[in-house]
């Protein structure tokens, strides 16, 4: 399990969209500075504010730090005693485990039709969500959970859902079962 939970980078879905016919993605600012700017969830409403006000074509990656085939350093580039994660080359496909398009209102906040959620201290419960839903995924894919039958059976189903809502209270079944049906996806 990776060390960064979640590490989010926030894209031009355009651009985004367009990589796809590769293997990995890499913003234009990359040629320039080396590097891909990337946030945790912590610092996602900060990033917004500051960098992507009034935008309706964006889209938040989840990345999955084990999966980048570059370094992921954490730096404070800008000297406010904050350092944000940097990943020195392209982001490997493979490594982005969900995406959300996002919009933002005029101050950079998250506009009200997004179904992102804010919890405390600009925290993001639905990306922690969306981490544990792919984590939870993994470790029954590696017979972690070796009790368990197979995807099939209402009891595993249930067992499931119930182990996600105690790792990430606060969600609907709704939100679980999706955010389950999406990690298994992203796990394979």
């Known amino acids: 399990m990776s060390r960064v939970e979640p590490l989010l980078h926030v894209a031009e879905r355009d651009?985004?969209?367009?990589?796809?016919?590769?293997?990995?993605?890499?913003?234009?600012?990359?040629?320039?500075?080396?590097f891909v700017h990337c946030c945790t969830d912590a610092q996602l409403a900060g990033v917004l504010q500051r960098y992507y006000r009034d935008r309706d074509d964006l889209v938040r990656l989840l990345l999955d730090a084990d999966a980048l085939d570059a370094p992921l350093r954490f730096e404070d580039t800008t000297g406010r005693g904050e350092a944000f994660p940097h990943i020195y080359g392209p982001i490997p496909h493979a490594a982005v485990r969900a995406q959300r398009s996002i919009r933002t209102?005029?101050?950079?906040?998250?506009?009200?039709?997004?179904?992102?959620?804010?919890?405390?201290?600009?925290?993001?419960?639905?990306?922690?969500?969306?981490?544990?839903?792919?984590?939870?995924?993994?470790?029954f894919r590696d017979g972690v959970h070796a009790q368990l039958g197979s995807l099939t059976d209402p009891a595993t189903s249930r067992w499931l859902t119930e182990e996600l809502a105690r790792r990430c209270p606060g969600f609907t079944d709704e939100d679980y079962g999706r955010a389950l049906g999406d990690g298994f996806l992203a796990s394979r």
């Open 15 to 34: 651009v985004f969209e367009a990589s796809r016919t590769g293997t990995h993605y890499a913003p234009a600012a990359f040629a320039e500075e080396g």
């Open 105 to 139: 209102d005029a101050g950079g906040a998250l506009s009200d039709g997004d179904a992102l959620r804010r919890g405390p201290r600009g925290s993001n419960p639905e990306a922690a969500l969306e981490h544990a839903a792919f984590v939870l995924a993994s470790e």
